[in-house]
């Protein structure tokens, strides 16, 4: 364990300022290293499955703070921006994937889940592109940050949704759990009325009595304890970290609480993409190059010429709609996490879903390369 742990804090620290230092992004020096390191690159590590369990701790942390962020007043100010754009944006981006894959034979519940995955962007890469730029203050800046911010929002409900329409004998045979689904609703409302002044009370007496280890102790079982109720009631993991970030939006504990939370999220996430690019089948570049390089550009195509038409439409110049589309057309980070669900609930084939990644991954590889060109 300590042979492997040293292996993972040597590819970041060796490959990740690397990749940041020429102004490719540090999510994709997390997947490089992990391509390096795993199966398919130099063998050191080959616990793929288990790694990545683990690692999706960084990202109902990362859920968590994105609901640390969204105060319902902020949002309510972007309000139109957020779910007018966001919302064009999805729909009409995951509609032609979607047909595309249905197309090469997929299902459509396969299909929709692949066009809806392969529509979001990577948050965490385009702002990090954005800001290293000075151009999150810009037209495209602005609305770049509004659309991601919806494709955060509607990840909760996807992610949550995914695992009731898992196909296989046992759904068959059982239907659809309406019970479970009631159970389920019954906490989440039952979270978001009684959790807020709850966990205020709580983190004021812990900020009182105990030290500043005892806090970060406390946020993490908050963030833990949440998603593991989740995850005993059938939905994801993320949901009830992100709805124990909403409840803590509007408190005075905030900001001490992303602080002490973002090294631990920031870790684990670049654990996860670590593991995802381990998991990455390299042998599908030998196998299926054409394959994964078209569909990988196809995606782009599709992404930058709807967003290029949703600027153009919301009174964007040609140049900040250009841009716009060349920040957001890649994949991102919450597609891997959609298609291993998915593939886990057997809604699409281990074959389909490792395609899958490799073309998200593709695509994001190439999204530094279009930023230099705009």
Same mark, same amino acid.
Request: hydrophobic letters at 60%; proline letters at 2%; a neutral charge.
């Given at each position: 364990?300590?042979?492997?742990?040293?292996?993972?804090?040597?590819?970041?620290?060796?490959?990740? +300022?690397?990749?940041?230092?020429?102004?490719?992004?540090?999510?994709?020096?997390?997947?490089?290293?992990?391509?390096?390191?795993?199966?398919?690159?130099?063998?050191? =590590?080959?616990?793929?499955?288990?790694? %990545?369990?683990?690692?999706?701790?960084? =990202? /109902?942390?990362?859920?968590?703070?994105?609901? %640390?962020?969204?105060? +319902?007043?902020?949002?309510?100010?972007?309000?139109?921006?957020?779910?007018?754009?966001?919302?064009?944006? %999805?729909?009409? @981006?995951?509609?032609?994937?979607?047909?595309?894959?249905?197309?090469?034979?997929?299902?459509?519940?396969?299909?929709?889940?692949?066009?809806?995955?392969?529509?979001?962007? @990577?948050?965490?890469?385009?702002?990090?592109?954005?800001?290293?730029?000075?151009?999150?203050?810009?037209?495209?800046?602005?609305?770049?940050?509004?659309?991601?911010?919806?494709?955060?929002?509607?990840?909760?409900?996807?992610?949550?949704?995914?695992?009731?329409?898992?196909?296989?004998?046992?759904?068959?045979?059982?239907? /659809?759990?309406?019970?479970?689904?009631?159970?389920?609703?019954?906490?989440?409302?039952?979270?978001?009325?009684?959790?807020?002044?709850?966990?205020?009370?709580?983190?004021?007496?812990?900020?009182?009595?105990?030290?500043?280890?005892?806090?970060?102790?406390?946020?993490?079982?908050?963030?833990?304890?949440?998603?593991?109720?989740?995850?005993?009631?059938?939905?994801?993991?993320? %949901?009830?970290?992100?709805?124990?970030?909403?409840?803590?939006?509007?408190?005075?504990?905030?900001?001490?609480?992303?602080?002490?939370?973002?090294?631990?999220?920031?870790?684990?996430?670049?654990?996860?993409?670590?593991?995802?690019?381990?998991?990455?089948?390299?042998?599908?570049?030998?196998?299926?190059?054409?394959?994964?390089?078209?569909?990988?550009?196809?995606?782009?195509?599709?992404?930058?010429?709807?967003?290029?038409?949703?600027?153009?439409?919301?009174?964007?110049? @040609?140049?900040?709609?250009?841009?716009?589309?060349?920040?957001?057309?890649?994949?991102?980070?919450?597609?891997?996490?959609?298609?291993?669900?998915?593939?886990?609930?057997?809604?699409?084939?281990?074959?389909?879903?490792?395609?899958?990644?490799?073309?998200?991954?593709?695509?994001?590889?190439?999204?530094?390369?279009?930023?230099?060109?705009?």
């Amino acid at each position: 364990m300590l042979e492997q742990i040293a292996i993972f804090l040597a590819a970041t620290v060796l490959i990740v +300022p690397l990749f940041k230092g020429l102004g490719l992004g540090t999510v994709l020096g997390y997947l490089i290293a992990g391509m390096l390191i795993g199966p398919w690159g130099l063998e050191l =590590v080959s616990d793929v499955e288990n790694t %990545l369990h683990f690692s999706e701790l960084g =990202v /109902v942390l990362l859920l968590f703070i994105i609901g %640390l962020e969204l105060q +319902p007043s902020r949002l309510w100010v972007l309000r139109r921006t957020v779910f007018g754009l966001g919302s064009a944006q %999805l729909l009409l @981006s995951a509609l032609p994937i979607a047909l595309l894959a249905a197309a090469m034979g997929q299902g459509w519940l396969a299909a929709v889940v692949i066009g809806v995955g392969a529509a979001m962007s @990577s948050t965490a890469f385009v702002l990090q592109i954005l800001a290293e730029r000075g151009e999150l203050t810009t037209r495209h800046g602005r609305e770049s940050f509004a659309i991601l911010l919806f494709q955060d929002l509607a990840v909760i409900p996807v992610l949550a949704i995914v695992p009731l329409l898992a196909v296989g004998p046992e759904l068959s045979q059982k239907g /659809v759990d309406w019970l479970g689904i009631m159970r389920a609703l019954a906490v989440i409302v039952a979270m978001v009325v009684v959790g807020r002044q709850f966990l205020r009370l709580a983190f004021r007496g812990v900020a009182r009595f105990g030290t500043r280890e005892i806090f970060t102790a406390a946020a993490l079982l908050v963030v833990v304890g949440t998603a593991l109720l989740m995850h005993i009631l059938g939905l994801s993991m993320s %949901l009830g970290a992100f709805l124990a970030g909403v409840l803590l939006a509007d408190s005075e504990f905030r900001h001490e609480i992303e602080a002490e939370l973002e090294p631990f999220k920031g870790l684990l996430l670049g654990l996860f993409f670590i593991a995802v690019g381990m998991s990455v089948n390299l042998g599908l570049i030998g196998e299926q190059v054409l394959l994964v390089i078209g569909l990988a550009t196809a995606l782009i195509l599709i992404k930058f010429a709807v967003l290029y038409l949703i600027g153009r439409l919301a009174g964007c110049r @040609s140049d900040a709609a250009r841009n716009l589309g060349i920040a957001l057309a890649a994949g991102g980070e919450f597609a891997f996490v959609l298609f291993s669900l998915a593939r886990d609930h057997r809604i699409v084939a281990a074959e389909t879903a490792e395609t899958l990644v490799m073309v998200i991954t593709l695509s994001m590889l190439l999204a530094p390369m279009l930023f230099l060109v705009c």
